[in-house]
């Protein structure tokens, strides 16, 4: 198959630059790395057909290792400001998310730039993820919030090298990045000892591993641990194993009530915390009488008092604010250097968890 393209083909040179060196990866920088012409680095990178499938893979091999990432803008406006900041959203649908980039829209107004957003839906690859840095990028914003609870820092650092980049909403601690999250750990202890002094001494936790959600990874673990240093019997189920979404919310829930004497079930967000109430309200299962029940986040619309769930409440749109904060003083020179600011959160005593 031949990999040709016409030159009009090909897009812009790279994004800006690295902000260390100077230096600026450009197409000829790639084709050179790939042993290909600049215009089969077009269509590779640009996913027009007639490339063969390990030609893309060398080239985007080789623009990764370059750090190159495709200007979609014209030339001639690197001199210009662009007052834009790229966010970068997991998925937007859900309340927690959706609440952070309400959060980012407001404060960007209010510090005189655009949020320009990429978001996902459901289950998003971490390929996915990357790509939408790459594309938030190629628009020439001036900055990056990264809002994601499972792309390995890995993966943005190579950005933060380039432009201010925050991650926001979830525990960071990589010096090449800024940061602004809830203290998971300190939510966590403070779910688990809500729910010690309840008196419950058989206690079920929905746990997650970093790979799935590095959040729900750091809070279910700090609950685990507080709860032992009770002294309380805790008995684990990997919310991983669950499937997709909360379709395994009937299957967790009958391993939990199988398990037997087990009095509260510790859920690693509120929306697992409404799953698990409609599966127990299926079973027949009275809550708080026969099993309480706890969430996360704090939320609306779980926040709501037909429900009553007993939370922890992350404060949003403080993070949201100072993670816009964070980066635009990074872009206007004002903040030298990555900061980790981790927010305290807050109790919610609801109606889902009683005392014994």
């Given amino acids: 198959m031949h990999e040709l ?35 089969v680095v077009s269509r590779a990178l640009s996913g027009a057909p007639g490339v063969a499938a390990r030609t893309v893979t060398r080239v985007q091999q080789a623009a990764a290792e370059l750090g190159y990432v495709a200007n979609a803008n014209a030339r001639g406006m690197s001199a210009h400001r662009t007052h834009t900041f790229g966010v970068f959203v997991r998925d937007a649908s859900t309340p927690f998310y959706g609440h952070l980039l309400t959060a980012f ?101 929905m746990t997650f591993t970093p790979q799935s959600s590095i959040t729900q990874a750091q809070r279910t673990r700090a609950m685990v641990a507080r709860l032992r240093e009770h002294g ?9 194993d669950a499937g997709p979404g909360f379709a395994g919310a009937d299957a967790i829930t009958d ?54 769930i007993t939370s922890w409440r992350q404060p949003l749109r403080l993070i949201g604010r100072l993670s816009v904060d964070d980066v635009v003083d990074q872009i206007e020179d004002r903040f030298a250097g990555a900061a980790h600011r981790a927010i305290d959160g807050e109790l919610i005593v609801g109606r889902t968890a009683a005392a014994l």
């Fill in 105 to 205: 829209q407001e404060q960007a107004s209010a510090r005189g730039y655009r949020a320009v957003t990429a978001t996902g839906a459901g289950s998003f690859p971490i390929a996915e993820e990357r790509r939408a840095l790459e594309t938030l990028v190629a628009l020439r914003v001036e900055g990056l919030i990264v809002c994601s609870g499972a792309l390995p820092v890995a993966d943005i650092i190579p950005f933060a090298r380039r432009i201010p980049t925050v991650v926001a909403g979830r525990p960071e601690q990589a010096p090449a990045v800024s940061s602004v999250y809830c203290d998971e750990v300190g939510g966590g202890h403070g779910m688990a000892d809500h729910v010690a002094s309840l008196g419950h001494r058989r206690v079920a936790v």
């Fill in 5 to 39: 393209s016409p030159d009009d083909a090909e897009p812009a040179e790279s994004a800006p630059a690295d902000r260390r060196t100077g230096s600026v990866p450009t197409i000829h920088d790639v084709a050179a790395a790939a042993g290909v012409s600049k215009s």
């Fill in 255 to 308: 391993a939990v009530l199988d398990a037997g004497g087990v009095t509260a079930f510790m859920t690693p967000s509120d929306a697992w915390a409404v799953a698990v109430l409609e599966a127990l309200q299926r079973r027949g299962v009275r809550v708080p009488d026969e099993l309480s029940v706890t969430g996360y986040d704090g939320v609306t619309p779980f926040m709501t008092s037909l429900l009553g």
């Fill in 232 to 240: 309380v019997d805790v008995v684990t189920f990997r919310g991983d």
